[in-house]
């Protein structure tokens, strides 16, 4: 007897197992037996047993083969973003002598947070306190310093990928220290404009990093980077159309790849979450010593934010399909303003024009809003002091050149974070007799 194998939907073992029964009753009327103990039945039942358990693992994709699915269309989970600070460095007395700050000195809290390190903010420049002054101040950023970490070596081949070895990368803070990606090249090479870094006696050229391959050249030192998973991809190879529409028979590298036998470094931030948000006067740990000076942050650290998890990039996914790469519509702008910055939680893009009758044609005005944790927004009132220790002008910046970079020709946008007007309601509230008036003052509270 020949049993029909049931549609793989979405049904259970007892679904599956009454199914078979269904049908032995209608083409097997003169088996009458259907007792567990029957041999046909442990047949039906084992068969029944072995396609639910199929159709559970086919339902039961593992969190790698989404990732996959969105990196195949452009799309990785956003890193974290790492808090900046601006730290003061201050010698007393004043020294007669320049004292230098170098670039990557390390400042930590002076106590560790609850269960694990304290953390380490890293500065983003070189300072200088000049003699007979007793202070300079220098941008921090809460990470850990990769320096020169050999990723591989270049195969000469397209579509060749590295990885960091201690990922995630920060996500970008507008410093292009960020992340360096340098392939060792020669003196002529190099010639007398192209960025280079030097190591240990050997240059290596500077790459840029890309959002695509599109539109780029063998020319284009360039790649496109998963900074939560440090994955770095190189140009692939691929069979373009030729002038009469038909594809090329030889399939061409779309940018520069890593010359065959030539060494790949990195120089990269890692870490970054919202470990790094501490408050003001707790830097104060100069893990790099420097004699006789002293370090604090006057105001605290602000934009660190944890990565992007899986259900929110399924989410936002096809979202980002259909987004633009050019700020055209107002609602572009906004997307531009709260994509390029984990500081910003809502933008308002408007033209001077709709305010101002006499306004410049073409300019653009996006004002922003800081983002607050939950914790910081409490139940109720949120003051206005502790929005404005959120305003940095590092966040600002940020926003500002990639609005730049995206903005139409012959326009002008400028990003500034919004101001405030105190509000104050009196409402007359109708309560239930049933309710609970501290319980309804509450909710009232919390809505307005």
Not at 181 to 209: F, H, K, M, N
Not at 289 to 317: H, Y
Request: include cysteine.
């Amino acid at each position: 007897m020949t049993i029909p194998v049931p549609n793989l939907d979405d049904r259970d073992f007892p679904a599956l197992l009454s199914e078979a029964r269904q049908w032995i009753e209608q083409h097997a009327p003169g088996w009458t037996d259907l007792s567990p103990s029957d041999p046909g039945m442990v047949v039906v039942e084992l068969f029944a047993y072995l396609t639910d358990l199929m159709i559970y693992r086919l339902n039961r994709l593992p969190e790698k083969a989404y990732m996959e699915f969105l990196r195949l269309t452009g799309l990785t989970l956003r890193p974290p973003a790492a808090a900046a600070v601006t730290l003061r460095l201050q010698v007393d007395p004043a020294s007669d002598q320049p004292i230098e700050v170098p670039q990557g000195t390390r400042v930590a809290a002076n106590r560790p947070a609850a269960g694990g390190e304290p953390p380490v903010f890293v500065t983003a420049k070189a300072a200088t306190i000049p003699a007979g002054a007793g202070s300079v101040e220098v941008l921090a950023h809460h990470c850990d310093l990769i320096q020169g970490e050999l990723a591989g070596v270049g195969t000469g081949q397209p579509g060749q990928t590295v990885t960091a070895q201690r990922p995630p990368v920060v996500a970008p803070t507008g410093d292009e220290l960020d992340l360096i990606v340098g392939v060792e090249s020669t003196a002529a090479e190099l010639g007398d404009r192209a960025p280079a870094i030097q190591l240990a006696g050997t240059a290596y050229r500077v790459w840029q990093e890309a959002t695509s391959f599109v539109n780029l050249g063998p020319t284009d030192y360039v790649y496109v980077v998963d900074r939560l998973a440090g994955l770095i991809t190189f140009a692939p190879a691929v069979r373009m159309p030729d002038a009469s529409g038909e594809l090329s028979d030889i399939a061409q590298a779309m940018a520069a790849v890593p010359p065959a036998g030539r060494t790949i470094r990195l120089w990269y931030r890692r870490g970054g979450g919202p470990a790094g948000n501490v408050a003001a006067g707790t830097l104060t740990v100069l893990r790099d010593p420097i004699p006789a000076v002293k370090v604090t942050n006057p105001a605290p650290a602000m934009g660190g934010r944890p990565a992007e998890d899986l259900e929110n990039a399924l989410i936002r996914g096809p979202q980002e399909v259909h987004a633009v790469e050019r700020a055209i519509t107002a609602h572009d702008y906004e997307a531009v303003a709260k994509r390029s910055s984990g500081a910003v939680v809502r933008a308002r893009a408007f033209t001077m024009a709709e305010l101002w009758r006499h306004a410049r044609p073409g300019t653009v005005q996006v004002l922003l809003v800081p983002f607050l944790s939950a914790e910081e927004q409490g139940p109720g009132h949120v003051p206005r002091t502790l929005i404005a220790e959120h305003e940095t002008e590092a966040a600002r910046s940020q926003i500002q050149t990639a609005l730049d970079q995206r903005r139409p020709l012959g326009t002008t946008c400028t990003a500034n974070w919004a101001r405030y007007k105190t509000v104050k309601v009196a409402a007359r509230v109708v309560v239930r007799r049933e309710e609970n008036l501290e319980a309804v003052r509450t909710r009232v509270e919390q809505r307005l």
